[in-house]
């Protein structure tokens, strides 16, 4: 049904239609004025809030860009996902869903309350809670092999080295007051991993990560290819697991948003309070936009228009 039609439509798609379609959402989101950068991590603020990237790669790795390529902004919540697929990888689907959890929360990234109303606590790897948890459950016999299994992780998505951005690091570690209470509160209910001031940094410093937009869209283009980064060739994710990922996605990645943006764009996807988003057309490719200024739910307004205008203009929304 649906679906069939979407990969008849993706695979018809040319690459002048993928261009026409990154021109135009740039064209079109450039000017807009709405949103503001990300503040309670001091130093996001003094981003340039005029940057625009809007990038696809499709799963043979070809690139489709228009606007900012190059500068690295800090990737934040996107790296979520990537962590959750991680902990797929080491330790399967099953332990995912039982020591972290995946309902959506319906309530903000940051919210306290999902901790003391849901049974799970964590409840899933995509608001902080889970994610603190994720960094937690990553085998590891000290600190340094845990942050080393994450960032390789990411790179291996990437395809490339990454570094961390210290004065993003710095800036947020130093305020983390909200996470570091998270921490502590899921500890306390036995559903943190590992010594909670570990998991707050190596969890801050995976937010810390520098990527471009290129570097996000090959992200998501590698979870388009079932798993394995279409340049390097390797294999991050069991194919088999893909789906549950990008079902976390399609139901969590926009937080108390998530509804509004599957009604809207129809795609798995995940923002970032750096500017990113990163959305996956499953089986065919992703899409990448970077625009610092956010609406109040956390998510870069630019880029939810971009994403949304080329899942229309495409057709591959997938309901
Ligand atoms: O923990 C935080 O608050 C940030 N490091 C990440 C939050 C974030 O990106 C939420 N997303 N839209």
């Not at 649906?2 to 064209?27: K, L, R, W």
């Not at 960032?151 to 990454?162: F, Q, S, V």
């Not at 990645?253 to 996956?280: C, H, N, Q, R």
């Amino acid at each position: 049904g649906v679906f069939a039609t979407t990969q008849v439509m993706a695979a018809s798609i040319s690459p002048d239609q993928y261009q026409q379609a990154v021109d135009e959402a740039y064209a079109k989101f450039k000017n807009v004025k709405e949103g503001a950068n990300a503040d309670y991590i001091p130093i996001l603020a003094s981003v340039p809030s005029d940057m625009f990237g809007v990038v696809i790669i499709t799963r043979d790795g070809e690139v489709y860009s228009a606007g900012e390529q190059k500068y690295e902004f800090s990737i934040q919540s996107v790296s979520k996902p990537f962590t959750a697929s991680l902990i797929m990888a080491e330790q399967g689907p099953k332990t995912l869903r039982e020591k972290i959890g995946v309902e959506p929360t319906g309530l903000p990234f940051n919210s306290k309350i999902a901790l003391e109303i849901y049974e799970d606590r964590s409840v899933n790897p995509l608001v902080n809670a889970g994610a603190i948890a994720a960094v937690s459950l990553v085998e590891a016999d000290s600190e340094k092999e845990r942050w080393k299994k994450v960032l390789g992780n990411i790179e291996a998505y990437a395809g490339r080295e990454l570094t961390v951005l210290e004065e993003v690091y710095d800036s947020e570690y130093e305020t983390a007051w909200s996470n570091r209470g998270i921490a502590n509160l899921l500890y306390n209910y036995g559903r943190l991993y590992s010594d909670p001031e570990e998991a707050l940094r190596v969890y801050t410093r995976q937010c810390s990560i520098g990527i471009n937009t290129h570097d996000l869209a090959m992200m998501g283009a590698t979870l388009a290819n079932e798993g394995v980064n279409p340049v390097t060739g390797k294999k991050v994710l069991d194919k088999e697991d893909v789906p549950e990922l990008l079902a976390i996605m399609a139901t969590a990645g926009f937080y108390d948003e998530s509804g509004e943006w599957m009604y809207s764009a129809g795609l798995p996807a995940k923002t970032g309070v750096g500017g990113g988003i990163v959305a996956v057309v499953p089986g065919k490719f992703a899409i990448a936009t970077f625009a610092p200024p956010l609406n109040p739910a956390g998510n870069s307004v630019k880029g939810l228009k971009a994403i949304s205008y080329i899942s229309g203009k495409l057709g591959v929304g997938l309901y």
